[in-house]
C-alpha cells in the first residue's frame, strides 16, 4: 500500500511538472508572436518600452491597470476604451480605439506579451478566452 501511494504521488508530482513545462512553452512561444503584434499595433502609443507618453498614453509597463483585470484586459482591445482610467495613480481620459479587427490569437499573444514584459507577470491567455469575450458581447 505504501508502495502505491509513493508512486501515485510521484505521478502527480510528474504530471503537474509536466504540466508546468508545457504551459510556460506555450506562454513563451505566445510571448514571441505577441511582441511583433506589439511593434505593428501598440507601440506608435504605448511606446516600444511601454512606458506610455504622460498624460496622454498609459504605460503598459508595471501597470496596475493592466495587470489587476485580465477579462478587463481583453475586452479593452475587443471594445476600444471612451472612458477616464487610473493607471499607476494617474489618470488618462484619451480614447483608445478598438482592435478588434485583431484576430483571437493576435490579441491573446500581444496581451501575453504585455503582461510578461517590462515589469509586468501574468498567466498566459489563451485565444479561447477572447473568442468567448468576443462572442459575449456580439450577443449583448
Same mark, same amino acid.
Given at each position: ?7 501515485? =504521488?510521484?505521478?502527480?508530482?510528474? $504530471?503537474? &511538472?509536466?504540466?508546468?513545462? *508545457?504551459?510556460?512553452? !506555450?506562454?513563451?512561444? &505566445? ?16 511606446? !516600444? ?11 503598459? !509597463?508595471? &501597470? ?6 485580465? +477579462?478587463? =484586459? ?6 476600444? *476604451?471612451?472612458?477616464? $482610467?487610473?493607471?499607476?495613480?494617474? +489618470? ?9 479587427? *485583431? =484576430? ?12 510578461? &514584459? ?5 498567466? $498566459?491567455?489563451?485565444? +479561447? +478566452?477572447?473568442?468567448? *469575450?468576443?462572442?459575449?458581447?456580439? $450577443?449583448?
Amino acid at each position: 500500500m505504501v508502495k502505491l501511494l509513493y508512486l501515485f =504521488s510521484m505521478m502527480t508530482v510528474f $504530471i503537474y &511538472s509536466a504540466y508546468l513545462v *508545457l504551459n510556460n512553452d !506555450a506562454l513563451q512561444e &505566445s510571448v514571441k508572436r505577441g511582441e511583433t503584434v506589439y511593434a505593428n499595433q501598440c507601440a506608435s502609443c504605448h511606446m !516600444a518600452a511601454g512606458e506610455g507618453i504622460g498624460g496622454v498614453f498609459p504605460p503598459l !509597463a508595471k &501597470s496596475d491597470f493592466l495587470m489587476e483585470g485580465r +477579462e478587463r =484586459s481583453i475586452l479593452v482591445l475587443l471594445k476600444g *476604451l471612451n472612458e477616464k $482610467i487610473t493607471v499607476n495613480g494617474k +489618470e488618462y481620459s484619451i480614447p483608445m480605439a478598438a482592435q478588434d479587427y *485583431l =484576430s483571437d490569437q493576435q490579441i491573446s499573444d500581444v496581451l501575453n506579451f504585455v503582461r510578461n &514584459s517590462w515589469g509586468n507577470e501574468g498567466k $498566459i491567455i489563451l485565444p +479561447e +478566452e477572447v473568442t468567448n *469575450l468576443r462572442n459575449k458581447e456580439i $450577443i449583448k
